[in-house]
């Protein structure tokens, strides 16, 4: 089963709404903080278009769809800037362009916004751009010479996000993003299905994560939900199959040729928008050869939760949005 890509590309009426809705908010210079932002965002996505918000809403309900792809949003008119060479978002005064801000709404149609107290500093908007001291390493956002591995987004972490989004500020470069579903995966043995159910697997974090130890890494399912059709958790990136053997590595090396088979890859222009399902599908991106610093390709990405209240435990209280890690 090739993975299904879905495709909402906006009308022109449905443009000028959501981008009437775009200077409302800009009014208000207290929503390019990200946080007291995205405080608001779930209210402000119910004055998206209404074909927008039924669209998400199929997506997340049917699971017909393992990818959203959104097309013609009314952002970026002037331009991104220069792509960071930082963390931005670390920074003091780091404020979110319309991009970031409809990329917040678009996704409170699918859920709350997280982040991990390992990364970033709990930000919940990460760039996603090539950074010169970690352009060879292989299993990281920010690195370019190398293939970032198939992962579902932050597999490791117990509290780990339903959906990943990317919104796209450049790519001059037509570096594609790489997605595969695991729905209709046919090609297990009964007893290769049944170890991928079992806690028999390291699901490691990527070097993007400092993480304190908080969850436990190892012996750990790859697989859970549906025995018939399961939701995945795996970071072949972080994933050395020489480490397993029999039954185990016969089913990790099936999984993984299933999803190369079904594998589509989208090429992101400016101002698209494309969401993973995060319990379906697994990502990656190959090498690519980035621009000039200020040039290059540039993504910001931003995860969600279907419930928040589910992390209480891994959160300092109950308004924060970053998850112990």
Not at 48 to 66: A, H, I, N, S
Not at 305 to 322: C, F, I, P, Q
Request: proline share 5%; glycine share 8%.
């Amino acid at each position: 089963m090739a993975t299904s890509v879905l495709r909402l590309e906006l009308t022109a009426d449905e443009a000028v709404e959501t981008r009437k809705l775009l200077d409302e908010i800009s009014e208000d210079p207290r929503m390019t903080d990200q946080y007291y932002f995205l405080e608001r965002s779930h209210v402000l996505s119910h004055e998206l278009p209404r074909r927008v918000r039924e669209t998400f809403y199929r997506f997340k309900r049917r699971e017909e769809g393992g990818v959203l792809h959104v097309a013609g949003s009314p952002v970026l008119r002037d331009g991104a800037g220069a792509t960071p060479t930082s963390y931005v978002e670390t920074e003091p005064g780091f404020a979110i362009n319309d991009a970031q801000v409809l990329h917040g709404l678009y996704g409170a149609l699918l859920g709350e916004p997280i982040g991990f107290t390992s990364q970033r500093a709990g930000s919940i908007y990460n760039t996603i751009a090539p950074m010169p001291h970690l352009a060879e390493i292989s299993n990281s956002s920010s690195g370019s010479k190398f293939d970032f591995g198939f992962h579902v987004e932050d597999a490791f972490h117990p509290a780990r996000p339903d959906f990943l989004g990317l919104a796209c500020m450049r790519n001059d470069e037509q570096a594609g993003t790489t997605v595969s579903c695991v729905d209709g995966i046919d090609n297990l043995k009964p007893e290769e299905r049944d170890a991928l159910f079992a806690p028999r697997f390291n699901i490691g974090h990527n070097p993007i994560h400092e993480t304190s130890g908080t969850v436990e890494e190892n012996w750990q399912p790859i697989f859970f939900g549906r025995r018939e059709r399961p939701y995945v958790r795996v970071n072949f990136a972080a994933l050395d199959l020489a480490d397993y053997s029999g039954v185990e590595r016969g089913a990790l090396q099936r999984l993984k040729e299933y999803l190369e088979k079904n594998k589509a890859t989208l090429v992101l222009q400016a101002g698209e928008f494309v969401y993973v399902d995060n319990f379906r599908c697994v990502h990656a991106r190959d090498a690519y050869e980035p621009l000039p610093a200020g040039k290059s390709r540039w993504l910001s990405r931003v995860v969600f939760t279907s419930d928040l209240r589910k992390s209480a435990g891994l959160r300092s209280e109950t308004m924060s949005r970053s998850i112990y890690a």
